[in-house]
């Protein structure tokens, strides 16, 4: 089970830091993916993660502000979103993949980032 939490409402410029906590073993078996979904909008991928965390991916429009990194000895990913602005307003989803990020296979529920102008 995941769970994504550190959400919140910040202004444009700021940085905010989400984390996805799972529970059970096996977390380092898979690769962890988030996801957002901006309000009336389909839900896009943002960055992965591999299993080990040799291996990161990031969509163009968060390349080179955000970073994605992981603890499997704690079970959790972390998102660092810097220079925020409002287009990364939306509901931030962790989910686990195995081989395609495009395809996860367990999400946890969400959490809100609102990025005021």
């Known amino acids: 089970q995941l769970q994504a939490y550190g959400g919140g409402l910040v202004q444009a410029g700021d940085s905010l830091s989400l984390s996805c906590a799972a529970s059970g073993r096996h977390f380092s078996s898979y690769g962890v993916v988030w996801f957002r979904q901006a309000p009336g909008k389909e839900r896009v991928f943002v960055s992965a993660i591999s299993r080990g965390g040799g291996s990161t991916y990031y969509a163009d429009s968060v390349t080179g502000r955000f970073t994605i990194s992981r603890d499997n000895a704690k079970n959790t990913v972390y998102l660092q979103m810097n220079s925020l602005n409002p287009e990364d307003t939306a509901v931030y989803y962790c989910?686990?993949?195995?081989?395609?990020?495009?395809?996860?296979?367990?999400w946890g529920q969400g959490t809100l980032v609102t990025v005021s102008s």
């Open positions: 989910a686990t993949y195995s081989g395609n990020y495009y395809r996860p296979t367990n």
